[in-house]
């Protein structure tokens, strides 16, 4: 007998690998044996696969398969090879083509009524697929609309096993069954509200511009009622559309979550807000078997937001400070690492105190001074070091609310359209070079032969570094928001008011 042979796809991370699947029948005793380190669920995908082939009508026969995973080292997660063993076994027997699936990358869980499931990770998995020189890929029908994504790949969708195996040279009748597809799963939007709702709060409103001008990290402190949520929720509405390389990254990292993507590439940043009560593991991701993105993966592109910042366990907050350095999550395993996009925009908020009234007008706080500084002293300096805007917000007062209506707001539509202006003059000053935000570019460079700022200009800046009020790191961070203030302003280069601004950005925990 002829050995069926295959190929699926194992993700670790983002990162797709080609797995080529054997299917040997042997005159041993009856048994199927499934070798090449399979996790639980996928171990089990003998027993599935023999009950789907005999319910699909193109049962197994009665012999000993032995079914191969190569390369037999890498260790291999989920459900999604069940289409391709069961092809490999039929192509072993006899039943369909070893030439036609020897040519495929097959996707997908079988049910025990030979029903092809929605499987995680497909456009991750096509996108490797593609990359790996294949052109045809088998998928089950819930998937098609994914998987058609990935451009120049021919996706063939079925809906289960005895169509699998039709289309592969198969002599079966065809037999209509219902598609199992994915169940609606009910996502927040992004963009919540519009940015002329905000009453007052023009100097924040001014410090979120900066930030999605230049893609700044922010920290916001204030008393409970200041806005530091709905400031927050406005933020990814400031932001550009998403390339079609960041669309695809969002998309995939979607996939992977098992989150909704749809027939089109998301195209605007996200938004992740977390419960305080997340571990270390749901920020930056993690799992004892399969690794899976946590929120700050998923936020990647966009926008993460953690409020109540204090309240966060600071094992987890302080999993974050790599990722806001290299813009890479990076999971260590013992027999694996599995690497994640970590470029999002990191805005935490927090009350001055226990109590939330330190510092508020008209409010009187009962918290003992130690209380306060425990309560602070929860982010870490090195955290903190790593925000390039530090704002304290206000609550508003009842003159600012009666002023509200006649004073035009600035609408997100608008404040976007400041944003991507000041992106693009961004961009253009930074064409050759790796990167294209403000915030990415070293501290080296700012300070190099080409962009270095004069010293009266750095004057305030430098006597802050001397009297140890900012770090080294802290130094070029300010640097880095006063470009993206010269930015927004459309000047050519930063003057003394612009770094004034961007160090006033930073005294949040001071005032």
Same mark, same amino acid.
């Given at each position: 007998?002829?050995?069926?042979?295959?190929?699926?796809?194992?993700?670790?991370?983002?990162?797709?690998?080609?797995?080529?699947?054997?299917?040997?029948?042997?005159?041993?005793?009856?048994?199927?044996?499934?070798?090449?380190?399979?996790?639980?669920?996928?171990?089990? !995908?003998?027993?599935?696969?023999?009950?789907?082939?005999?319910?699909?009508?193109?049962?197994?026969?009665?012999?000993?398969?032995?079914?191969?995973?190569?390369?037999?080292?890498?260790?291999?997660?989920?459900?999604?090879?069940?289409?391709?063993?069961?092809?490999?076994?039929?192509?072993?027997?006899?039943?369909?083509?070893?030439?036609?699936?020897?040519?495929?990358?097959?996707?997908?869980?079988?049910?025990?009524?030979?029903?092809?499931?929605?499987?995680?990770?497909?456009?991750?998995?096509?996108?490797?697929?593609?990359?790996?020189?294949?052109?045809?890929?088998?998928?089950?029908?819930?998937?098609?609309?994914?998987?058609?994504?990935?451009?120049?790949?021919?996706?063939?969708?079925?809906?289960?096993?005895?169509?699998?195996?039709?289309?592969?040279?198969?002599?079966?009748?065809?037999?209509?069954?219902?598609?199992?597809?994915?169940?609606?799963?009910?996502?927040?939007?992004?963009?919540?509200?519009?940015?002329?709702?905000?009453?007052?709060?023009?100097?924040?409103?001014?410090?979120?511009?900066?930030?999605?001008?230049?893609?700044?990290?922010?920290?916001?402190?204030?008393?409970?009622?200041?806005?530091?949520?709905?400031?927050?929720?406005?933020?990814?509405?400031?932001?550009?559309?998403?390339?079609?390389?960041?669309?695809?990254?969002?998309?995939?990292?979607?996939?992977?979550?098992?989150?909704?993507?749809?027939?089109?590439?998301?195209?605007?940043?996200?938004?992740?807000?977390?419960?305080?009560?997340?571990?270390?593991?749901?920020?930056?991701?993690?799992?004892?078997?399969?690794?899976?993105?946590?929120?700050?993966?998923?936020?990647?592109?966009?926008?993460?937001?953690?409020?109540?910042?204090?309240?966060?366990?600071?094992?987890?907050?302080?999993?974050?400070? +790599?990722?806001?350095?290299?813009?890479?999550?990076?999971?260590?395993?013992?027999?694996?690492?599995?690497?994640?996009?970590?470029?999002?925009?990191?805005?935490?908020?927090?009350?001055?105190?226990?109590?939330? +009234?330190?510092?508020?007008?008209?409010?009187?706080?009962?918290?003992?001074?130690?209380?306060?500084?425990?309560?602070?002293?929860?982010?870490?300096?090195?955290?903190?070091?790593?925000?390039?805007?530090?704002?304290?917000?206000?609550?508003?007062?009842?003159?600012?609310?009666?002023?509200?209506?006649?004073?035009?707001?600035?609408?997100?539509?608008?404040?976007?359209?400041?944003?991507?202006?000041?992106?693009?003059?961004?961009?253009?000053?930074?064409?050759?070079?790796?990167?294209?935000?403000?915030? +990415?570019?070293?501290?080296?460079?700012?300070?190099?032969?080409?962009?270095?700022? !004069?010293?009266?200009?750095?004057?305030?800046?430098?006597?802050?570094?001397?009297?140890?009020?900012?770090?080294?790191?802290?130094?070029?961070?300010?640097?880095?928001?006063?470009?993206?203030?010269?930015?927004?302003?459309?000047?050519?280069?930063?003057?003394?008011?612009?770094?004034? +601004?961007?160090?006033?950005?930073?005294?949040?925990?001071?005032?």
């Amino acid at each position: 007998m002829p050995i069926g042979r295959t190929y699926a796809v194992s993700l670790l991370g983002l990162e797709g690998a080609i797995v080529e699947i054997e299917a040997d029948l042997s005159n041993n005793l009856p048994g199927f044996v499934l070798i090449g380190l399979p996790d639980t669920a996928l171990g089990e !995908a003998k027993d599935r696969v023999r009950a789907a082939a005999t319910n699909s009508g193109c049962g197994l026969p009665n012999r000993k398969i032995t079914v191969n995973l190569s390369p037999a080292a890498l260790p291999k997660h989920g459900s999604g090879f069940d289409l391709g063993i069961a092809l490999a076994a039929l192509a072993a027997s006899g039943t369909v083509s070893a030439e036609s699936i020897d040519r495929v990358m097959h996707i997908g869980e079988l049910g025990l009524d030979g029903r092809l499931r929605p499987v995680n990770g497909v456009l991750p998995a096509v996108l490797a697929a593609s990359r790996a020189g294949f052109g045809i890929v088998m998928v089950p029908s819930g998937n098609a609309d994914e998987a058609s994504l990935v451009p120049g790949m021919r996706v063939v969708a079925v809906p289960s096993l005895r169509d699998a195996a039709i289309w592969h040279g198969g002599e079966f009748e065809p037999q209509p069954v219902d598609v199992i597809t994915r169940p609606i799963v009910e996502t927040a939007t992004a963009e919540s509200g519009d940015l002329a709702d905000m009453i007052g709060s023009g100097d924040a409103i001014d410090a979120m511009l900066v930030a999605a001008a230049g893609g700044h990290h922010v920290f916001l402190l204030g008393p409970p009622g200041a806005g530091k949520t709905m400031l927050a929720a406005r933020l990814p509405g400031l932001l550009p559309d998403l390339d079609p390389q960041a669309a695809l990254e969002v998309s995939s990292i979607r996939s992977l979550a098992g989150l909704p993507v749809g027939s089109s590439l998301t195209t605007r940043p996200p938004l992740e807000a977390p419960h305080h009560t997340a571990t270390a593991a749901a920020l930056v991701g993690g799992g004892s078997s399969q690794i899976r993105p946590g929120a700050a993966a998923r936020a990647s592109d966009g926008v993460l937001f953690l409020d109540e910042a204090p309240e966060f366990a600071p094992a987890a907050l302080d999993a974050l400070r +790599q990722p806001l350095e290299s813009g890479i999550i990076s999971i260590h395993r013992a027999n694996s690492v599995a690497h994640f996009p970590g470029r999002f925009q990191l805005v935490m908020a927090a009350n001055p105190c226990p109590c939330g +009234q330190w510092g508020a007008r008209d409010s009187e706080c009962t918290c003992p001074p130690n209380s306060r500084r425990r309560y602070l002293a929860r982010l870490s300096g090195p955290l903190l070091d790593r925000i390039d805007i530090q704002f304290r917000v206000e609550r508003i007062t009842s003159a600012q609310l009666r002023l509200a209506g006649e004073h035009p707001s600035l609408s997100t539509a608008d404040a976007r359209a400041k944003v991507t202006a000041a992106r693009q003059r961004a961009l253009a000053r930074l064409t050759a070079t790796p990167w294209r935000l403000n915030s +990415q570019v070293p501290g080296s460079y700012l300070r190099g032969r080409e962009l270095r700022l !004069a010293p009266k200009i750095t004057a305030g800046l430098d006597r802050a570094l001397e009297r140890g009020g900012i770090t080294m790191r802290g130094y070029d961070r300010v640097l880095r928001v006063a470009w993206s203030l010269a930015d927004l302003a459309d000047d050519e280069r930063p003057d003394d008011t612009h770094v004034g +601004q961007a160090l006033y950005l930073r005294k949040a925990m001071s005032q």
